[in-house]
């Protein structure tokens, strides 16, 4: 078999591939639009209004100012507690290294049920240790959601560390810079655009989270991925449809902003 046949079928291979990706993505977009009543199969016309409804909504109104206000906290958290986690494990070695780097990046191969419960039920032992409500509380969901972006934040920062030449802080400081001037004078900007596309990501990832929050939302309070499936119980039109095409739209334009700052196939 040729060397022309062989890319022929890779080529092949990859577009069945990214057809099965953005199909269905194409078709919830499409049927955003549909004004049938009833979300069925062909269109009977086509409108806008199901944009407006979705945001006359209190449920998905309150629940994506809700997605988002937890998101830029929970990227604050993760850029607070990663990017000295990340410079510490890749410019000091020190004892029980790799175990703290693998615990910081476990929740990233958890299944989200699981670590849903797991802080469900984390929480509910500190507040009888403590006294005090977490569980169910929003101090509660923003620290949730700060450990989701934490493993994402490290792993993004650490790339970009580790694709850093450490002669340059070694420069500055044989030039008198002492480790904290070295770090904001040289370092954080040698590193920014990985730390721009870790706050980005994580961004993503907490808004996009369902697994954990369905466990750690109190009572009046929601996502916009619980109002998703609690609307999809009862209901079955293209307010859905025209949600989740909104959904894509940001999320698609984070992404790819992400990647502009630093390549995500080098991080996973």
Not at 106 to 118: D, Q, R, T, W
Not at 122 to 131: C, G, M, V
Not at 238 to 244: L, R
Request: charged share 10%.
């Amino acid at each position: 078999m040729g060397l022309v046949s062989i890319n022929r079928i890779y080529a092949a291979i990859s577009a069945v591939v990214m057809a099965f990706v953005l199909l269905p993505l194409v078709a919830v977009v499409w049927v955003s639009f549909f004004s049938n009543r009833i979300l069925s199969f062909p269109a009977t016309g086509y409108t806008f209004d199901w944009y407006v409804r979705a945001w006359a909504q209190d449920s998905f109104r309150n629940g994506f100012i809700t997605s988002v206000e937890t998101a830029l906290v929970a990227v604050v958290i993760s850029l607070v507690l990663g990017v000295p986690a990340s410079l510490a494990l890749v410019r000091y070695r020190f004892p029980g290294r790799d175990a703290i780097q693998t615990l910081l990046l476990s929740p990233m191969v958890v299944p989200g049920i699981v670590g849903g419960a797991a802080l469900f039920m984390a929480f509910i032992e500190l507040e009888i240790i403590l006294d005090m409500d977490i569980s169910g509380s929003l101090p509660g969901l923003f620290i949730a959601h700060g450990l989701i972006a934490l493993p994402w934040t490290i792993r993004l920062v650490t790339a970009a560390l580790v694709g850093m030449s450490p002669s340059y802080e070694e420069a500055a400081q044989s030039l008198g810079a002492g480790r904290i001037t070295t770090f904001f004078r040289v370092t954080l900007p040698i590193i920014k655009p990985g730390i721009v596309a870790a706050a980005l990501f994580s961004f993503v990832i907490s808004f996009i989270d369902l697994e954990k929050s369905i466990f750690l939302v109190g009572p009046g309070r929601t996502t916009l991925q619980i109002a998703l499936v609690s609307y999809l119980e009862w209901n079955l039109d293209s307010t859905v449809a025209a949600v989740a095409t909104v959904q894509i739209l940001i999320i698609g334009v984070l992404l790819v902003a992400s990647d502009r700052y630093a390549k995500l196939s080098r991080a996973f």
